[in-house]
Every structure is written in structure tokens, then in C-alpha cells.
């Protein structure tokens, strides 16, 4: 009423047009969702629910829009449903399915009605659609199984509801996924596939993508279902494949791609010949969707113009992500955290292969997937199937005077390179020329920048082959010559060059190695030319350049007068960058790149070792400073990497100065006394990434410089056990492996260790009696937990046994296990030590380890074995096992732990008794007892 008098003429519009509503009724659903998702919290601080007559009363009016004949209130009521029936929040509990039981009941009636494409049914469809993508798993069995055949009622050809066929095929896929498929569809699954096969002939794109999408679903998840299908499958995948809407041919594309990943396991021969039939006609169609199509061409000589006018937009740049450092199968600063840029393929905006293709943006496109599918195919087929079908393309493309035909056919050439490297070889003669002219004339005036781009990628993926041929002396000059083109195209300004150029040269770092000792100087300076004028991605990559060539060209890097060249200017970058943004994400790169030149440079990098000390814990300051004032939680791990980045390079500074650390933390005026106050702050970090490279910091402290933790030993050792914990992996792992270097130096002193071993054997016990019990214990399935755990245990017995022998009978089995996987020669030998001693403390053990002690003693056994392993492992276990002799002698090397080991299975036979051994060797392989019978003596 007061609405009609302060605007009675609205009112009485939106009484003759009810279609005005509409709009408010949408507002009125979209605030209702925000309401029930994120309620108030009450004063009990729990969140505000709906119950009693208010929740019944929501219930029904979201069911009754569902009928409403407007699709937009039908749309945001099913999605306030689907958003609070299934949500594992439960943050509205009588919303939830599981106090709402008749919701699913309801919506299956309504779709069983006899008129197909009704409002109601559309509603129902819609909700149901939606409940599935958000929470497939809510749904029980018996309520898929009853929904099951509703939606394969809806896929009828004859039924001419695109929306309902649709979205039946994108719920159906997603009961494909679930890992228990629902039984009501494994039943139907012959009349799903004829659905899907009637389907492929729909007129409308919308459904053909998502029959396309539902059979790739099948294909990765579901092979076995459609292996005798496979050909009718994938003659329709070739038609979409060759289809002018680039929509329809992505998805249908998806499908090679998915079946040149799949697993030997699943892919039986009959399907790989299938397939093989159809890349003669395949391959065409493939390189055909690799070139940019029209409106993209557009767009990207839009872009070619503001480069050459200089207006590139660097605010534009990729995220930029810190690799951190882990401990990791032993591998001292291996990566453990994946990273989003990280692709070996190169076709998903992959900064290290080359592959930029920014002028796709992060977009997945028809071009990507048809060159990653062709890498694909050419992985499992080889050269034999894809050249013949390929090569007279490429011949035709490469010579094309289109530049946009001409740059698929480049393209399609390094896709190949893994898959028909040793085939090509004949040809990269005539080839490698050619892209290296197309790479050199990029700055050409009337050339396309990006055939010169994908000729550098190109040029990247046959790096190893260029490197043989300067090995061989085929063409000794190969790499001077290349080192010459790309050093120019460095110096270029056009941005999208320079991230090609650097991703590329990177490449052949890699694979040259040392070999580029003799052109680091011209290297160099070209480099910190580069650095003057380049910005955004390209100063990204430039500074990962800088850290790949100190990873790969080792100690040539700091020969002589090269780091004056190189470092001072990195520095001068570093301090311009931080005194404006402490957390600039570009200092990332930057700070990995000094941290692998400190390890590569040792001693060399002292004139710089201060600096970039002082500068790293300054921005440790600066960002704990920055998110300490922020007042709120952190929500976004990644606001902490430049602490994480930081931290990793003080620990490249450790392993670079190694024991003249102790002397470098003294010259510190502003840091000195601050050092370890700051690295305990950082193990008792929220952030986990923080706390993982802070444990990383702590076991090269103890390896390289241990009496730098003295003055904190008792605090630091107390947050290293806290976070021994697999709940949060990472950062478990590298604990573990601190802990480990920890004991090595407290060998001869167990006192400091007194304190916290008990709470320590707590924390590793049940890290290896999950190991032992199998995959999916408690931190079993942890790549590197286990062989750190077992190392870092036998370390502790080395201190004293008297820590770990009590409980030895409960983890034996794991120990053992965790001991075989154990790669660092070092760790490896001070487990194996530790473990003998420990069984002298305590020789009852193997009678309580397991059921039957014979099965302790083999898993002793075949620990051991790991010792005379070949470094060449074949395929299959059984091979070296009962297969031809091949195992060695125990490594010379380790002659005395040869000794203490043959005496221990000496006294261990003893103790057993003649019945316990007589059945562990009647178990063993034949192998392994000659192995005993010729090393052990037994």
C-alpha cells in the first residue's frame, strides 16, 4: 500500500505486465541463497539455521517455483535447492538431503510424467543437473538407481527438448564418474550407449558436444564399456573432429587426446589398431584445427600492433607461483608442490617448454588440444604410423606462403619431437635451418611475430637432438649458432618474442648442460641487457633463466670474473622491486634464481652472500609486517610465498657458504641476533608452504652448520616433532628429514635428544606401522615420508638405541619397507646402521613383529637385497627375483656396513631357530637364496 501511494503508475504497470516480476523474484531467490549459505552466527557462535515450520515453509515455495512457467525463477530456485541439499557444510542441516528425504522422491515423480518437456519437468531436470555437479556423492544409491531411467527416458532422439537432453547427458556423465556407478545404469548401459550412438545424429551442437563429452567420460573412466564399440565411437569422433564449429571439434578432439593418455593396463591392441586405421584421415583434421582460425587472427594482429607501438600489457602477466623446497625421495630441494605452469607438454601455457601461445590466453582452445593430441597419438603410435600421414602436411604447410598455415605446420612439428625424435633426426637437417632462419628474421618487418615464437618453441623440443649432433661432431658449430640467434632475438622488444626466446634457450640449457660453458660470457651480457628494458612475463622468465643456466652449467657459472657480470645487476633489480612492493610477485622468480647460483657459485658468491642475506630476511620482515597488519586470517596461501621464497634462498645460501654460514650470520649487523628468533616464528607459521621450507632451512643448518642452531636447539627441535604429522604432507616430509640431519649430529651426544625422543618415536612409529600395514594407512601414501621416516629413525638408533628399541616390534615391518626405498647412499647407510643396532637391543622384536616370524625375518631379508640391487631395475619385479642372475656384490664402498650386515643375519638365523629359517628360505625366490648362499654365506 505504501508502495502504490509514493508510485501508484509502477505499480499499476507491473500489474498489467506481470513479466515485470520476474527481475524481483530472481533478487528475491539470489537473496534468499546468500541468507541460507552465509547465515548470521548467532550468539551461541554457531551459524543461524532454518528449522521447524520456517524450513518446511522454504521447502515448499523453492518446489513450487520449480513450476513456475518462467525459466529464470525456475533456474534460481533450483540452484537455492541444489546449493543447500547437497552442500558438505551442512550449513542449513534441514535443507540438507539427508532431512529432506522426499526432495529427491519428488523431483523423480515429477519427471515420470507422461508429457515430456513440461515446466515442471524442465524444473525437476534443472535441480537435479545442478545437485549432481555440486555434490554427486549426497545422492544414495537408491535414489541414482531410481533416477536413472527418467534421464535415459529424456535422451530419445524423438524428444525435441534440447535443454532436457542436455541436461540428462551431463547428469548421466556424471553418474559415469561416481566410483560406485549407480546399478540401475550399469543394468541400462547397452540402452545408454544407444542413446548416446541415436544422439550423435541430433541437429543441435549443444547435444552432440555432450555426447561427445559423455563418451570421453567413458573412454577415461569406464574403457572396458566401450572397447567393442570403439569403431562406430570413434568414426563418429573423426566427423565432429572435422567440423567447422570449433566447439563441437574441441570436444570431439578431447577424445584422442584422452585415448593417447590412457594406461597400458586398459588399452587392449585391438582398440591401438582401431585407432591406427584412422590417422591418415585423423592427422589432416588435427593439423587443419591447429591454425588460429579468423577471429582469433584478428585479434592477435591487434595485439602484434600495441606490441610494436610498446603499449604490451604487463598488468596482464600469469600468476606467478614459488617451486618450494622439498625433501623428497631424498632429493635435497626437489620440487613437492605442483605447479600450475608446470606441463610438460608445453601446450597449457607452459612458461619452461616454450609453448607461450598468449594470444590463446589460458584458454583451452581447439588449436592446444589438437596439438597435444597429435604429441599424444605420436607417443603411442611412433614415427611408423604418424609420419607417412604427416609428413607430406608438413611438407605443404612449411612451404605454404600463408604465415598462418605456416605456423601450424611449425607447430605440428614439435609436437611430434618426443614421440618420432629418433625418425626425424633425417630430417631436422633440412629442418632445424629453417626454424633457426624463421626465429632469426622475427624482428622482420613484414613477418608474423608468432611464426618466429613457435619456430623457438619448436627449436626447444629438438634441443636434445641439436645437442647429439654437437656431441658427434656431426655439426660441432650447432649450439654456438643457435646460442648467437636466440641471444639476438633476447635483445628484442617485442614481449611475446622475448617469452618465447626465453622459454626456448631455457630448453637448450637444459639439454646442453655444461656444454655452454664456452658462451656464458656473451650469455650473460646479453641477459643483463635484457634486464634493462624487460618487465612483466618476460622479466618472469628471464630470471628463471638465470636459475636454470646456474642448475645446469654447474660451476662454470662463477669461474673467474662471470658473476660480477651477472649478479650485481640481479641485486640492483631485487632492491629496485622490493623498495616498492616487498611482495612483488616477480622477486619469486628472482630470488630462486640467486638461491641456485649461491649452491652452484660456493665459495665464489661471498663478495654477494651479505647482501642477499640482509635482502632475504628484509623481506621476511616487510611481508610478516604487511599480513600481520592485515587484521585477517590468510585466506590465500600464496600471499605468503615471497617468506616462502626468501627462506628458500637463505637455505640456497646455506648449502652455497656451508660451514662459512656461522661467519656470514656474524657480519650481519641488522640480522645476526635475529636469525633464529625469526626461523622459529616461521616453523609455528600458519601457512604450511612457510613452515615446510623452514624445516627444509633447519636440516641443512644441521648438515652444513650445526652449531648455528645452538642457541635455539631445544625450541627448534620441539616444533620440528610437533610437525611431524601427515595431515599435512610437505610439511611432514621435510620435518622428518630435519629431524633426521638433527640426529646425525647429536651421534656421540644424546643428551640434547633426551627431552623429546620418546614424543619423536611416537610421531615416526606411527608413520611406519602405517607403512607397513599398506597404501592408504596413515602416511603411506605420501611419496618420500616413508624412506625419511625409516632413515630418520635408524639415525635416531645411531644416537642411542635405547630411543627406539622398546617399540620395536610394533613398526619392524615398516622400517624395513620404508629402509628399501631409501635412495640417498648416506641416509641409506646410516638407516641400515642404525637398524642393526637397534635389533642387538632388542632380538625379541621378531618374534612379536608379526604372526609368523618368518615373516619378519624375510622383510628383514629383502631389505637387505635392496643393497645388491642393479642400478637398471627391469620392468617387472618377478624378473630380477626368479628371472636371469643380476644381482650385485655389496657396494666396496660400504664394506664395513657389508660386514656388521652378514653378521647380523648370521646371529639372526641363530636366534630364529633351524624351523623359522628353513621356512623363510623355502618362501624365498630362488635368487635371493643364491644371492644368501654366495654373499652371506647362507
Given amino acids: 500500500d505504501s508502495w502504490r501511494q509514493q508510485d501508484p503508475n509502477t505499480v499499476a504497470r507491473m500489474q498489467q505486465d506481470l513479466n515485470l516480476w520476474i527481475p524481483f523474484g530472481q533478487m528475491a531467490g539470489l537473496v534468499l541463497k546468500n541468507a541460507l549459505i ?11 539455521a532454518l528449522e521447524g515450520q520456517h524450513a518446511e515453509l522454504v521447502k515448499e515455495t523453492l518446489l513450487f517455483a520449480l513450476t513456475c512457467q518462467q525459466a529464470a525463477l525456475r533456474a534460481v530456485a533450483s540452484s537455492v535447492i541444489a546449493v543447500t541439499s547437497v552442500s558438505l557444510q551442512h550449513i542449513q542441516p534441514a535443507m540438507h538431503l539427508r532431512e529432506w528425504p522426499q526432495l529427491v522422491p519428488i523431483l523423480v515423480q515429477r519427471l515420470e510424467a507422461v508429457n515430456d518437456g513440461t515446466v515442471v519437468q524442465q524444473g525437476s531436470l534443472d535441480t537435479i543437473q545442478k545437485m549432481m555437479e555440486d555434490g554427486p556423492t549426497q545422492l544414495d544409491q537408491e535414489e541414482l538407481d531410481n533416477l536413472v531411467p527418467c534421464l535415459l527416458r529424456f535422451l530419445n532422439p524423438a524428444n525435441n527438448n534440447e535443454t532436457a537432453k542436455v541436461h540428462s547427458l ?30 550423435a545424429a541430433d541437429p543441435s551442437i549443444k547435444v552432440r558436444k555432450w555426447v561427445c563429452r559423455s563418451i570421453v567420460a567413458l573412454l577415461e573412466i569406464r574403457t572396458e564399456y566401450i572397447q567393442e564399440h570403439l569403431d562406430s565411437i570413434a568414426r563418429f569422433m573423426l566427423e565432429c573432429t572435422a567440423n567447422t564449429n570449433t566447439d563441437l571439434a574441441l570436444e570431439a578432439t578431447e577424445f584422442w587426446l584422452t585415448f593417447g593418455s590412457l594406461s597400458d593396463e586398459v588399452v587392449t591392441a585391438a582398440m591401438v589398431d582401431t585407432i591406427r586405421v584412422m590417422l591418415p584421415q585423423l592427422i589432416p583434421f588435427l593439423l587443419r584445427n591447429m591454425i588460429y582460425q579468423e577471429d582469433q587472427r584478428v585479434e592477435i594482429l591487434a595485439r602484434n600492433d600495441m606490441d ?82 604427416l609428413l607430406p602436411e608438413l611438407e605443404k604447410g612449411l612451404a605454404s606462403t600463408d604465415p598462418w598455415i605456416q605456423e601450424a605446420s611449425i607447430l605440428a612439428l614439435g609436437a611430434i ?36 615464437c613457435i619456430a623457438a ?67 650473460y651480457r646479453t641477459m643483463t641487457s635484457a634486464l634493462s628494458f624487460y618487465s612483466g612475463r618476460s622479466l618472469v622468465l628471464l630470471f628463471e633463466l638465470f636459475g636454470n643456466i646456474a642448475d645446469c652449467c654447474g660451476p662454470a657459472i662463477a669461474e673467474g670474473e662471470l658473476p660480477t657480470l651477472y649478479v650485481p645487476p640481479i641485486i640492483e633489480v631485487w632492491n629496485k622491486l622490493a623498495t616498492v612492493d616487498p611482495a612483488h610477485r616477480t622477486l619469486l622468480p628472482l630470488m630462486e634464481a640467486i638461491a641456485s647460483i649461491s649452491m652452484t657459485s660456493g665459495m665464489n658468491f661471498q663478495p654477494y652472500a651479505l647482501e642477499c642475506f ?9 611481508v610478516q609486517l604487511i599480513l600481520a597488519t592485515s587484521g585477517e586470517t590468510i585466506d590465500n596461501e600464496e600471499e605468503a610465498d615471497p617468506i616462502v ?90 620435518a622428518v628429514w630435519a ?200
Fill in 38 to 48: 552465509r547465515p548470521p552466527i548467532g550468539a551461541d557462535g554457531r551459524y543461524m
Fill in 645 to 734: 621464497c626468501a627462506v628458500d634462498l637463505l637455505d640456497g645460501l646455506v648449502e652455497g657458504t656451508v660451514e662459512n654460514f656461522p661467519a656470514l650470520l656474524a657480519s650481519s649487523s641488522r640480522y645476526e641476533q635475529h636469525f633464529l628468533p625469526v626461523l622459529h616464528s616461521l616453523c609455528k607459521h600458519d601457512v604450511s608452504g612457510v613452515r615446510m621450507s623452514a624445516f627444509a632451512l633447519i636440516g641443512d643448518l644441521a648438515q652444513k652448520c650445526p652449531s648455528t642452531l645452538d642457541p635455539a636447539f631445544p625450541q627448534l627441535i620441539q616444533e620440528v616433532v610437533q610437525n611431524i604429522d601427515p595431515i599435512q604432507p610437505t610439511v611432514c616430509t621435510n
Fill in 614 to 622: 640482509d635482502n632475504a630476511m628484509g623481506i621476511i620482515e616487510a
Fill in 308 to 389: 610494436m607501438l610498446g603499449d604490451a600489457n604487463d598488468d596482464a602477466m600469469k600468476p606467478v607461483f614459488h617451486r618450494s623446497r622439498g625433501h623428497q625421495q631424498q632429493q635435497t630441494g626437489a620440487s613437492i608442490n605442483g605447479d600450475p605452469d608446470d606441463d610438460e607438454d608445453g601446450y597449457q601455457q607452459d612458461d619452461e617448454n616454450g609453448f607461450d601461445d598468449d594470444d590463446d590466453g589460458n584458454e583451452w582452445t581447439l588449436r592446444k588440444c589438437s596439438a597435444a593430441s597429435l604429441d599424444s597419438l605420436a607417443n603411442v603410435y611412433g614415427a611408423e604410423s604418424i609420419l607417412p600421414a
Fill in 170 to 199: 551431463q547428469t548421466l556423465a556424471t553418474c559415469v564418474a561416481l566410483v560406485s556407478m549407480p546399478g540401475s545404469l550399469v543394468l541400462q548401459f547397452s540402452s545408454y550407449l544407444a542413446s548416446l550412438s541415436a544422439l
Fill in 739 to 938: 629431524m633426521g640431519e638433527i640426529c646425525v649430529r647429536c651421534e656421540g651426544n644424546p643428551k640434547p635428544l633426551e627431552p623429546f625422543a620418546a614424543q619423536l618415536m611416537q610421531q615416526l612409529v606411527g608413520i611406519l606401522v602405517g607403512n607397513g600395514i599398506g597404501s592408504g594407512s596413515r602416511g603411506s601414501d605420501i611419496p618420500g615420508l616413508a624412506e625419511n621416516a625409516a632413515a630418520c629413525v635408524g639415525r635416531l638408533g645411531n644416537v642411542d638405541p635405547g630411543f627406539v628399541a622398546n617399540d620395536l616390534s610394533r613398526f619392524l615391518m615398516g622400517w624395513c619397507d620404508g629402509l628399501a626405498k631409501i635412495s640417498d647412499p648416506t641416509e641409506r647407510r646410516d638407516g641400515f646402521s642404525g637398524f642393526i643396532k637397534v635389533l642387538y637391543k632388542n632380538p625379541q622384536a621378531i618374534q612379536h613383529a608379526a604372526v609368523n616370524p618368518a615373516d619378519a625375518v624375510a622383510s628383514i631379508l629383502f631389505a637387505i637385497i635392496t643393497w645388491h640391487m642393479p642400478e637398471e631395475l627391469p620392468d617387472r619385479s618377478s624378473a630380477i627375483l626368479s628371472g636371469e642372475y643380476s644381482f650385485h656384490p655389496f657396494p666396496s664402498s660400504e664394506a664395513e656396513l657389508g660386514a656388521s650386515i652378514q653378521g647380523m643375519i648370521q646371529n639372526l638365523k641363530a636366534f630364529v631357530g633351524e624351523e623359522c629359517w628353513y621356512s623363510v628360505q623355502k618362501g624365498l625366490p630362488v635368487n635371493v637364496r643364491r644371492l644368501l648362499r654366495e654373499n652371506y654365506q647362507l
Fill in 417 to 452: 619431437a618426443e614421440g618420432c625424435a629418433e625418425e626425424m633426426g633425417e630430417h631436422m637437417t633440412q629442418l632445424h635451418p629453417f626454424l633457426l632462419n624463421h626465429l632469426n628474421n622475427v624482428q622482420a618487418p613484414a613477418s608474423l611475430p608468432q611464426v618466429g
Fill in 457 to 523: 618453441w619448436t627449436l626447444g623440443r629438438y634441443a636434445q637432438w641439436a645437442v647429439e649432433q654437437v656431441q658427434s661432431g656431426n655439426q660441432g658449430h650447432l649450439l654456438a649458432q643457435m646460442t648467437e640467434v636466440f641471444l639476438r632475438t633476447l635483445l628484442c622488444k617485442n614481449g611475446r618474442v622475448q617469452v618465447a626466446s626465453c622459454s626456448a634457450f631455457g630448453r637448450i640449457v637444459e639439454a646442453a648442460g655444461d656444454l655452454m660453458a664456452p658462451y656464458l660470457e656473451h650469455v
